[in-house]
């Protein structure tokens, strides 16, 4: 069973619910993703197994979660080490079948060896001839369109439309949804038929969290939630991804407006963004794309150097307002505005 809002009674009555009666032989019981629920609702669940393996000494109970949700005591904690790169690594050379792969020993290849997932796109691009100059964000985008086209699921216009609604209820609610509530018996259906789509104990999930991202960038493109709303600091972990996959597939402009708005509404979402969006280099070393467009090289028209500071201004006092409390100290401020400093405030 799994951790989420669709938890609606205790955990002994769901135990008895899934077996027809209390448990009379050895019974193992998991609560995945308890870090999915409020901090209320994890410790009442950790409460209701304490009691479950009390009354039925035949039963235990698997709670898995990242560090932080509910109260466990030490000698009820089973720390498990995260994915290493060196794990990644082994099991990119098991994949490609090459006992020799030659893979550049830099920050930005361990991370994407730390994931298997990740792993598995990677060694899907180098199968077809890609290299290694690759961010996760445009990993993780390859790997869903490239599913996608391969499968071309077939589905009626309503249920394409559906998905990025679908997405955006699950990331919001941390969660799978209820079906009942979400849909008519008859769109459920079509939404399983994708394949894209699992309908398990009346809730509903994409078979792969990397759905959720892909459809839910479709539902900040088309409105179905605002930008600001996705880029809060407690939506922010849950919509990560999508709002880099919309911000790199952007036009310049757009994606000017979109890193304006992230960085009003969170800063450091917005530098997690620009990191994810970063540019691979011949060199082998990636730095941050610039969606504000590039600086004037040598012998330009010197009339672009006070656009280009204004709009460097105008990027300060959006990573100022995003701040709040911490802009004035950190930049020198009157009348609570920030003091101008090599252009004018105005064109």
């Known amino acids: 069973m799994a951790g989420g809002p669709g938890v609606t009674s ?7 619910d899934a077996l027809g009666n209390d448990p009379v032989r050895t019974c193992r019981v998991v609560v995945d993703n308890l870090d999915a629920v409020s901090p209320r609702q994890a410790d009442q669940l950790l409460c209701d197994a304490r009691q479950l393996v009390l009354v039925w000494p035949r039963v235990s109970v698997l709670a898995t979660t990242r560090p932080g949700a509910g109260s466990v005591e030490d000698d009820e904690r089973l720390p498990v080490p995260p994915w290493s ?42 199968r077809a001839g890609g290299d290694t100059q690759v961010s996760a964000r445009q990993l993780l985008y390859e790997l869903a369109v490239g599913i996608l086209q391969r499968e071309r699921p077939q589905a009626l216009t309503e249920v394409w439309d559906t998905l990025p609604r679908l997405a955006a209820r699950i990331l919001d609610k941390h969660g799978p949804v209820q079906a009942s509530s979400f849909a008519p018996q008859h769109l459920v259906w079509e ?106 090289a040598d012998g330009d028209n010197p009339q672009q150097v006070p656009a280009v500071a204004r709009r460097l201004r105008e990027a300060t006092l959006c990573w100022l307002a995003g701040l709040e409390a911490l802009g004035p100290l950190l930049a020198r401020h009157e009348q609570g505005r920030p003091h101008p400093v090599g252009c004018p405030a105005q064109p």
Request: no cysteine; aromatic share 8%; glycine share 6%.
């Open 85 to 126: 790169s060196r794990r990644g690594l082994e099991l990119l050379r098991t994949v490609l079948g090459e006992d020799h792969v030659r893979i550049p020993d830099r920050h930005e290849m361990r991370q994407l060896l730390s994931s298997p997932l990740q792993v598995h796109a990677l060694a899907g691009r180098l």
């Open 191 to 296: 939404l399983e038929k994708t394949g894209l789509v699992v309908h398990d104990g009346g809730l509903l999930r994409f078979a792969l969290p990397l759905f959720e991202q892909y459809f839910a960038a479709q539902a900040l493109r088309e409105g179905h939630t605002p930008l600001a709303s996705a880029a809060a600091p407690q939506s922010f972990p849950d919509w990560r991804y999508a709002i880099a996959f919309v911000v790199a597939a952007a036009p310049d402009e757009d994606a000017e407006a979109f890193v304006r708005t992230l960085t009003r509404t969170n800063p450091a979402a917005a530098s997690w963004v620009l990191d994810e969006i970063a540019t691979a280099h011949e060199d082998g070393y990636l730095s941050p794309a610039a969606p504000a467009g590039k600086a004037p």
């Open 10 to 16: 205790t955990l002994t009555q769901a135990v008895q």
